[in-house]
């Protein structure tokens, strides 16, 4: 398997972790945890397992020029980014958060495009519009459960914002990735990350009762943790040593399949024919975003 394939299998393991995220997060929000103190655990349980890993790593040293990058970096791919997804998750609804979010591969595309003339194909184009026609089938065709979910207008406004940022983190943190190893990368990235959000986070973050967190409680957090934030980033780093950041933010769209998948496996919804036309769309758009431009023969 050569290593687009293997970019191509993490890129995709990334969503599917995402999109089970999705329903895994929100029900530990806020009755267990806090927004906002849920991302002090998540960098920090991530920033202390990247160190472990390390040194396993090269030993690379950060250039002085790439410092305020990686700090830049880290506002946009691990505060700005983690901060919104969640609190908009917590005012929201999982299905919303996993079908907004598709405007990721739009923004990133026309960020790509302006900021490092990264050159939009046909073919892009093609797939990131059947994508987000398979996306937009899913939240338009799909009965909304909107328990638990207190502001939603708000919440779905900060997952564009959060969209957005990510699609700038994907953008300025690849260069990174031709210089330095993923484990490099991720431990000073979460490492800053930690820094940066504790004055936001702390305060959330004291008032989680740990003794009286029952398990399925644990284990939940232990996969956002290890899951949701270690495993996922890890993967799109590895990714974008062979992918752009488009093509990386469209496997986006298998976010919204995933967490519908998953909840008809838990039983908390159905399949019908709409989800199964905007499934193949949702494949079909990815298929045509990640696959590389064959070269002219003259």
Same mark, same amino acid.
């Given at each position: ?31 267990? $945890? ?31 020029? =790439?410092?305020? @990058? *990686? ?8 505060? !700005? ?5 969640? %609190? ?6 999982? !299905?919303?958060?996993?079908? !907004?979010?598709?405007?990721?591969? $739009? ?11 990264? @050159? *939009? ?38 997952? !564009? ?25 991720? %431990? ?5 990350? *930690? $820094? ?19 398990? =399925? ?30 093509? *990386? ?19 908390? =919804? ?20 990640? @696959?590389?431009?064959?070269?002219? @023969?003259?």
């Amino acid at each position: 398997m050569d290593n687009r394939a293997l970019a191509i299998l993490a890129a995709t393991g990334a969503s599917t972790i995402y999109g089970i995220n999705h329903t895994i997060a929100k029900g530990l929000m806020p009755v267990y $945890i806090e927004p906002f103190g849920f991302i002090l655990l998540r960098v920090t349980g991530a920033a202390i397992l990247f160190w472990i890993i390390s040194f396993w790593g090269p030993k690379e040293k950060i250039a002085t020029s =790439d410092w305020p @990058r *990686i700090v830049v970096c880290t506002i946009f791919g691990m505060v !700005i980014n983690m901060l919104l997804f969640f %609190k908009g998750l917590s005012l929201s609804t999982p !299905i919303n958060s996993s079908v !907004i979010i598709t405007v990721s591969p $739009i923004l990133v595309l026309i960020l790509a495009a302006i900021l490092i003339k990264e @050159r *939009i194909t046909p073919l892009k184009i093609i797939g990131i519009v059947t994508g987000l026609a398979g996306a937009l089938t899913l939240v338009l065709f799909s009965t909304e459960k909107t328990f638990n979910a207190p502001n939603i207008p708000l919440g779905n406004l900060l997952f !564009i914002i959060n969209a957005f940022s990510y699609g700038l983190y994907l953008i300025l943190v690849k260069p990174l990735t031709a210089k330095y190893h993923p484990f490099t990368l991720m %431990k000073w990235l979460f490492l800053f990350g *930690i $820094i940066i959000n504790f004055p936001i986070t702390i305060s959330e973050f004291s008032r989680v009762e740990w003794t009286a967190l029952p398990t =399925d409680a644990m284990w939940k957090m232990a996969f956002v943790v290890v899951g949701t934030t270690f495993a996922t980033y890890l993967l799109n780093i590895f990714a974008l040593k062979e992918l752009s950041a488009s093509t *990386i933010s469209a496997f986006i769209y298998l976010q919204p399949l995933v967490a519908i998948a998953f909840a008809v496996g838990t039983g908390a =919804d159905s399949l019908n024919t709409v989800k199964i036309i905007a499934a193949l769309l949702v494949f079909v758009g990815v298929y045509l975003v990640s @696959r590389k431009a064959k070269p002219i @023969r003259v």
